[in-house]
């Protein structure tokens, strides 16, 4: 078996090619000219395209470890990342010396240093990477990642990397991608969670949602979470954020989590939590984010 420093073209696998993963495949195909497995699973976005560009389908994450260099997971949270790497026919049943396992999930820190650790004693290396930035980015070959890990291993792993994202920066050791990552969801979920309440109380009060918008623009409530709710805000059109409520609700609670590891406050990420939850509990985790300015007006009598 050859270990990776004596393989002429590197190859990938990705298991996850959903909303984000399948954008990230089709530019490790397209842009980046990899050879790609992918681990073939009922949440995958239709992949006939991918197929088109040469991807070949794995039945088993065991499979995809078996055929690649570099291995992407872009899944939902922390226990799916455990169950494919641990699991069954996970990865690490058939992982090849020095493989590199590029984590672009959003998970918990605590569960990546453990992942990670089960990695190592494998013989390969981890990289957590989260995404920034939305599913059109990642089609577009345009999306941002916070990478925490190695250094040797982060320059091993930037052509493959590059082929998808306009930025990738390292942010520190093993665990700070993903720390850094949940900090950034909960700033920007807890401003559209902020936003969303504040439009639903302007809509029942009878403001002119345009003219809502316009004065947080101009003042103190201008900025990207404003930008990307206006057109949900002011004619309905939810798919500014393609990101699902019930998902949002998930990364709020591992920030709360990863706050009450540290000992830090969580009094504010509480409240917000419990907004989303609200939702999330009255049937709505499946509709996108920028709905929430709906969701959370007073009810109004049937006429």
């Known amino acids: 078996m050859q270990e990776m420093n004596e393989v002429?073209?590197?190859?990938?696998?990705?298991?996850?090619?959903?909303?984000?993963?399948?954008?990230?495949?089709?530019?490790?195909?397209?842009?980046?000219?990899?050879?790609?497995?992918?681990?073939?699973?009922?949440?995958?976005?239709?992949?006939?395209?991918?197929?088109?560009?040469?991807?070949?389908?794995?039945?088993?994450?065991?499979d995809v470890a078996e055929a690649s260099d570099i291995i992407i997971l872009c899944v939902t949270g922390s226990p799916q990342v455990e169950a494919v790497l641990t699991?069954?026919?996970?990865?690490?049943?058939?992982?090849?010396?020095?493989?590199?396992?590029?984590?672009?999930?959003?998970?918990?820190?605590?569960?990546?240093?453990?992942?990670?650790?089960?990695?190592?004693?494998?013989?390969?290396?981890?990289?957590?990477?989260?995404m920034t930035r939305t599913a059109k980015h990642a089609e577009d070959g345009a999306l941002n990642l916070l990478v925490g890990g190695d250094e040797t291993d982060f320059q091993n792993a930037c052509a493959v990397l590059a082929s998808f994202t306009e930025r990738v920066e390292r942010v520190g050791p093993v665990s700070f991608g993903h720390r850094l990552k949940l900090l950034h969801n909960y700033v920007s979920i807890g401003f559209m969670a902020l936003l969303s309440e504040a439009a639903a109380q302007a809509a029942d009060a009878g403001v002119d949602p345009a003219v809502f918008v316009d004065v947080l623009a101009k003042g103190g409530g201008a900025g990207a979470a404003l930008q990307r709710m206006t057109p949900?805000?002011?004619?309905?059109?939810?798919?500014?954020?393609?990101?699902?409520?019930?998902?949002?609700?998930?990364?709020?609670?591992?920030?709360?989590?990863?706050?009450?590891?540290?000992?830090?406050?969580r009094t504010i990420a509480d409240g917000v939590a419990g907004a989303i939850a609200a939702v999330v509990e009255s049937g709505h985790g499946e509709a996108y984010i920028p709905e929430l300015a709906r969701f959370l007006r007073k009810p109004h009598p049937a006429a």
């Open 8 to 62: 002429t073209v590197t190859r990938v696998g990705i298991i996850g090619v959903g909303l984000m993963g399948h954008g990230i495949a089709k530019n490790v195909l397209a842009r980046g000219r990899f050879p790609l497995a992918f681990l073939d699973h009922p949440g995958n976005q239709p992949v006939d395209d991918l197929v088109g560009l040469g991807a070949t389908a794995c039945k088993t994450p065991a």
């Open 87 to 130: 699991g069954d026919a996970g990865v690490l049943s058939r992982l090849r010396k020095g493989t590199i396992i590029v984590d672009c999930s959003t998970a918990l820190p605590e569960s990546t240093l453990r992942m990670a650790a089960a990695v190592r004693a494998a013989g390969g290396a981890f990289l957590d990477a989260p």
């Open 232 to 265: 949900a805000i002011v004619t309905d059109d939810v798919g500014t954020v393609p990101f699902f409520i019930g998902n949002a609700l998930k990364d709020i609670d591992y920030y709360r989590t990863m706050a009450s590891a540290s000992g830090a406050s």
